[in-house]
């Protein structure tokens, strides 16, 4: 590792912001793509933290017609090493990631929940936090010959791990994209309540879903278990529960 990450992004960051602040029309803009976010319940920090990071890393500017970082990288006076560092950003991810080992304070070996690709990365503070087994929705950039985490990252309730690979494995077979954006993000967010939280039915559904089961195989397993219900005494419950 010949340079220090951490003080490379902080410069990054610095540099980056100073570039959108001292364009007023491009603060406008961030303003009217916080409203992808207005119905979550989050810090407002962090959502505009998230919105930052998916316009400077991910979006195309309707103002620069073009995406905030090649911009700024044509019109820097940056030496070639360090332009050629923030460009490989560009190659970075903000995916839904679920932790499969933690070296704390170090790094994580991450499985891309998106496409089922495993990274091992470089970092200090988010594996402090992060639990084994736990999902969060983080970015993820190429730094010289390793990678890193950087911005804002959401770790979601272990309970919702289950839920959250159904909702990834939904993802990967209609094709999305494995840059998230902020409309992505939400749909995530508002798909993954706590296992504890869903009705009977729908955890059933779930664990079927996650186990392999197609929706045709899980509905004829819930018929089946339905007629075998009514043909029995005492099981009126079981029975309301399956027609629910």
Not at 14 to 31: A, C, N, T, V, Y
Not at 65 to 77: G, T
Not at 200 to 207: A, K, Q
Request: proline share 5%.
């Amino acid at each position: 590792m010949s340079r220090d990450y951490q003080h490379e992004m902080d410069l990054f960051y610095s540099r980056i912001g100073k570039f959108i602040s001292d364009r007023p029309e491009l603060i406008s803009e961030l303003d009217q793509k916080l409203n992808f976010f207005a119905p979550l319940q989050m810090p407002d920090k962090d959502k505009r933290m998230l919105v930052l990071d998916w316009f400077v890393f991910d979006a195309k500017s309707k103002v620069l017609r073009s995406n905030p970082l090649d911009v700024f990288l044509k019109e820097s006076d940056l030496d070639e090493e360090t332009k050629q560092l923030y460009q490989n950003f560009r190659q970075g991810k903000f995916s839904l990631f679920e932790a499969k080992a933690i070296k704390t304070g170090k790094g994580m070996i991450l499985i891309n929940l998106l496409d089922n690709q495993e990274h091992q990365v470089f970092d200090v503070s988010a594996s402090k936090t992060v639990q084994k087994g736990q999902c969060c929705l983080l970015r993820m950039l190429p730094f010289e010959d390793y990678f890193i985490l950087t911005g804002v990252g959401y770790p979601f309730p272990s309970s919702s791990t289950p839920a959250l690979r159904v909702i990834a494995k939904n993802m990967r077979e209609f094709r999305r994209p494995v840059h998230l954006s902020p409309l992505q993000v939400c749909e995530i967010m508002f798909a993954a309540p706590k296992r504890e939280q869903l009705p009977v039915r729908e955890r059933f559904e779930l664990i079927c879903r996650e186990h392999g089961l197609s929706a045709d195989e899980v509905r004829e397993f819930v018929d089946e278990m339905r007629q075998k219900a009514l043909q029995k005494e005492g099981n009126d419950g079981l029975a309301a529960i399956s027609f629910s």
